[in-house]
C-alpha cells in the first residue's frame, strides 16, 4: 500500500490512498469423449470434495442436447451415482431452452439463479452445464451472480463452444436489445470438451465452429491456418476426425491467449480474439439471427480482410488464401446484408461503446500476424463490402 | 501453461490443459471534505480522460441524500461545468430510493442498468454513485454487470458505508429472500469518502458506523480498538472531528485487509472481516430490519465475544472491555430477538451456505487476535445469547 500522498496547487486537504492487488486464477480445459461414461474420469476429476463433504453439483442441459441425446439426463444421473463417493447431485437435471432465445428472456436467468438457491448451492458447490454456446452464457451468467459466483463446470457440445467460447472467460445475457449487455469475466472452474457431442450438429452448425477456428488461426498461426486448408476435403464430407484435432488447436490457442496475452478480462481497449467480429454482431442482428454467428464470422473475417488488403496492409494473394479457405470449408462470403452498407457500418460504433474508450479494430498484415487500428475509413469499408458481395470470386 | 497430462489408471486418452493466470487491481481511497466544492480536484482527479475523449460520467444519488443536502443534484452539474475539460455528465443525477428497499426490488437493478445502456456508458465511461450502502451495493451491481463492467466512483455517505462496505469490493441485492443473494466481486474505480456526508445522517445512522470501526479494530489493532474507547465521551457528544479519524482508520484496515489478506474475493473459507455478521444478518432479518446493520452488528460482536469466552478463548475482562465500550458508545446490546435461539442459530447454516463449504466462523483469542473455528457448540451458544439477554451488566 503506499504512502497517502497530498494533492498538491490546490487548497484541499485531500490524502489518497492506493493499494495494488492481484487475484489468481487456474484455467483448466480437458479434452475427452463420452464424458458421462461411468468409467470416464473426467468430470469426477474436476469435482473437488470440499474438506470432506461430497461435491454438490446441479446440472442444466441444453433442450436442443437433450433431444439428440435422450440418454443423456439418466447418463448424468447414472455417472454421479457410479460417482457417489465423490459427488452428488442436488436435483434432477434441469433442461434450458437452447439458441439465442435464453439470452434474450430474462426469466431464464431468474429461472436458473431461482435454482441455485433452492438447491442451496454454494460458493463451494457446482453448477455444471452441457450445451451450445448461448446456454453457456445464460446459465454462466446465473452462476457467476448467485452468492457472487458459484463453482461453474462448462461442457460445451458445439463445435463452436468448443473451440471459442466455452473456452473463454465471459459469460452474459442480452439486455435492452443489446447482445452480451449484461455479464461478467468469470473464468469457469473447468471446461470439457467432449467430442462425440458435435456428431448429432446439423451441418450448418457443425461447420460454424471451423470460422472461429479460422480467426483464431489467422490472429496466431499460419501453420494452424495451413492445417485447415489441408483438411479441407475431409472436412467437406464430414470427417469427424479430421474437425477433431482442429477444434482443440482453437481452443488451446484461445486459452493460451486467455492466460499469456495479459488482459483475460479486457480492461485495455483492444480485444483481438473478436477480429471480423463487428460486422459478424451486426449481421446477426441484420438477419434476426438467421445468419448463425459462426456463419456472421466467415463474411466478418473476409470483409475486414479485404478492407485490409485495400489499404495496404494484406496481400491480396492473402486475401485469396483465406476466401478460399472460407468457401471452401462450405461457409457464404455473400450476403445481401452487406448491401445495407449504412446499417452495417453502425456495428463499428455499437462494437466501439460496448468495450468503450476508442475504436480499436483488429486487421491482418499477413496471416497469423494481427495489427490494430483505431480509424476504419468508412467509404472504403463500404466498397469492400461491395467488392466481397459482387462474390468472393471475382474480387481479386 | 502447463504441458498437458495423460489421465493415468482409466481406460481414457484424457488431455487436460491448465493455465493460471492472474488480474491485477488498483484499489484507491481519497479522504476528503466538500468533494462537490469546484476547487476540489478529488473528484477530477479519478476521472481519467480516455485517449484525448472527456470522461462521460452518469451520477446516481440516494433519495435520502438528495434530501438531506437539497443542493447536491445542481452542486453536480456546476462541478461537471466547472471541470468541463476534463467530464462531461451524459445525463441529469438520477435519484434511487435509498436504504434496503432498493435491494429488495429487482427493478431498481434494471432501472440502473437501463439508464448506463441508454446513456450509452461504456466500459471506460464512469458511473458515480453517491450515497449509503445500500445504494452502493444496487448500482454497483448494475455497473458490474452492464458491458461486463463500467468504471465505479463510490462516494459513501454514511459513516457505515465510508468506515466498510464503501471500500469494500463487493455489490448486490438481495433475491429469492436472501440477502446479497445476486452479486459480484468487483472492485471499484476509485473511493471518495467526503467527511462532510455524515453529518446529516440520524443519531442511530451516524453511530453505525463505528460497530464496523470496533468490529475491525477488535480483528486488527488492539491500539485502534483504544483510541475508539478513549474517544467514546466526545462520540456521545456527537462530536464529528472525533469519528473522522476512526472512519478513516477503520476504512484504512479494510482496505489494507483486502489487498494484502491474500483472499480479496473470497475464494478461500474464511471470511474475517465478517466477525459478528452471522447472528447480524439473521438478527437484521428477525427484526424485519428495524435493527440497522450497525446496530445488528455490535450485538453480534458481543455475542461471539461471550462465546469466545465462555468456551476459554478470551478472557472475561476483555469481553467487559468490548461490552463496555459498544455500550458506552451508546449500542444496546440487549435485544428480544436473542431469546428466539433456534431461529437465531439457524443463521449459522445461512452464513455457511452462502459463503460455502464447511462452516468458518471467527472469533476472538485477544484484542486484535482473530482465530477461525469450524464448529460451534449450540447450547453454549443458546447459553450466551442467554447471558447477553440478562443484561451487559450482569453477565461478568
Tied chains: 1, 2.
Excluded at 452445464?129 to 452462476?143: K, R, S, T, Y
Excluded at 474437425?243 to 499469456?260: C, E, N, T, Y
Amino acid at each position: 500500500m503506499s504512502e497517502p500522498t497530498q494533492s498538491s496547487g490546490w487548497s484541499f486537504e485531500n490524502e489518497a490512498h492506493d493499494a495494488a492487488f492481484a487475484v489468481a486464477y487456474l484455467h483448466r480445459v480437458c479434452f475427452t469423449r463420452d464424458v458421462l461414461d461411468t468409467a470416464n474420469p473426467a468430470l469426477r476429476n474436476v469435482l473437488q470434495a470440499d474438506g470432506g463433504r461430497l461435491a454438490r453439483v446441479l446440472v442444466f442441459v441444453d433442450d436442443g442436447v437433450a433431444c439428440a441425446w435422450p440418454d443423456l439426463k439418466d447418463g448424468i444421473i447414472a455417472y454421479a451415482r457410479s460417482h457417489a463417493d465423490q459427488m452428488t447431485l442436488v436435483d434432477a437435471p434441469i433442461q434450458i431452452t437452447g439458441g439465442e432465445a435464453c439470452k434474450n428472456d430474462w426469466q431464464v436467468f431468474e429461472r436458473v439463479a431461482r435454482a441455485i438457491t433452492g438447491a442451496a448451492i454454494c460458493r463451494r458447490s457446482y453448477v455444471v452445464v452441457i450445451g451450445g454456446g448461448a446456454v453457456l452464457d445464460a446459465v454462466g451468467f446465473a452462476a457467476a451472480t448467485a452468492h457472487r459466483g458459484v463453482r461453474l463446470v462448462r461442457l460445451p457440445t458445439t463445435t463452436l463452444a468448443q473451440a471459442d467460447s466455452g473456452v473463454g472467460v465471459k459469460n452474459g445475457i442480452n439486455a435492452f436489445g443489446r447482445k452480451n449487455l449484461l455479464g461478467t469475466f468469470s473464468p469457469p472452474w473447468a471446461v470439457i470438451n467432449d467430442e462425440a457431442f458435435p456428431s448429432t450438429l446439423s451441418e450448418r452448425d457443425w461447420r460454424c465452429g471451423l470460422a472461429e477456428a479460422v480467426k483464431v488461426a489467422l490472429l496466431k498461426s499460419e501453420s494452424f491456418f495451413e492445417q485447415i486448408v489441408a483438411a479441407r476435403p475431409r472436412l467437406r464430407n464430414r470427417d469427424e476426425a479430421a474437425m477433431r484435432p482442429l477444434v482443440r488447436r482453437s481452443a488451446l490457442l484461445h486459452m493460451r491467449h486467455i492466460a499469456d496475452g495479459g488482459d483475460p478480462f479486457e480492461l485495455n481497449e483492444a480485444r483481438p480474439l473478436d477480429f471480423g467480429h463487428w460486422s459478424a454482431h451486426k449481421l446477426e442482428q441484420m438477419t434476426g439471427f438467421r445468419l448463425k454467428h459462426g456463419e456472421a464470422v466467415a463474411i466478418g473475417i473476409a470483409l475486414d480482410c479485404v478492407y485490409s488488403a485495400m489499404t495496404g496492409l494484406l496481400e491480396w494473394s492473402d486475401v485469396k488464401r483465406i476466401c478460399d479457405c472460407l468457401t471452401g470449408l462450405g461457409f457464404e462470403l455473400v450476403h445481401a446484408a452487406l448491401q445495407e452498407s449504412e446499417t452495417l457500418l453502425a456495428g463499428l460504433e455499437e462494437f466501439r461503446e460496448h468495450l468503450g474508450g476508442g475504436l480499436t479494430i483488429t486487421l491482418l498484415n499477413a496471416i497469423g500476424k494481427p495489427l490494430e487500428v483505431h480509424e476504419i475509413d468508412h467509404a472504403v469499408m463500404i466498397e469492400a463490402a461491395s467488392r466481397l458481395r459482387r462474390s468472393a470470386r471475382v474480387i481479386f
